[in-house]
């Protein structure tokens, strides 16, 4: 799937086929929870919202399904320092904020170009194939 689409339910299916894989219970409710509620959950937060869906998931094939999500490319995985790996259904270009005083994580669009422009600065010889920029911050009073 290309960076910048986002899947969505019904094509869930065809990505995962095109990467060998099946669209499993799991992996299309955990996918679900991510694109029904935007907010960057982390694995241990997924598990949660799933379990309430289906009582039987156990944590480890919540981690499965969202480790085959991001390989597969249709979620990614958002990393602050020393924090738990959060899941982003966006595959558009975009730069997130964090919110250090409530731990709220926001997408933010970026201009088109922007993340081309930035690639212009890397050392000669050098390629970069994803970038990623992180704002931290409070939200001003």
């Excluded at 960076?3 to 894989?21: F, I, V």
């Excluded at 929870?33 to 094939?61: C, G, N, W, Y």
């Amino acid at each position: 799937m290309p960076e910048t689409s986002t899947a969505t339910p019904e094509s869930l299916s065809q990505t995962l086929a095109e990467s060998g894989l099946r669209a499993t219970p799991q992996r299309e409710l955990v996918f679900n929870i991510l694109l029904k509620k935007r907010d960057h959950p982390t694995a241990d937060e997924v598990f949660a919202r799933v379990k309430a869906e289906m009582p039987t998931i156990s944590l480890a094939t919540v981690y499965n399904c969202l480790e085959t999500l991001v390989q597969c490319r249709v979620v990614r995985a958002v990393n602050f320092e020393r924090g738990p790996t959060r899941y982003c259904p966006n595959q558009k270009p975009h730069a997130h904020f964090h919110d250090e005083q409530t731990g709220s994580t926001h997408d933010i669009d970026l201009p088109p170009g922007l993340l081309d422009q930035v690639k212009t600065i890397l050392p000669e010889g050098y390629d970069a194939n994803s970038v990623e920029i992180i704002f931290r911050g409070k939200a001003q009073s």
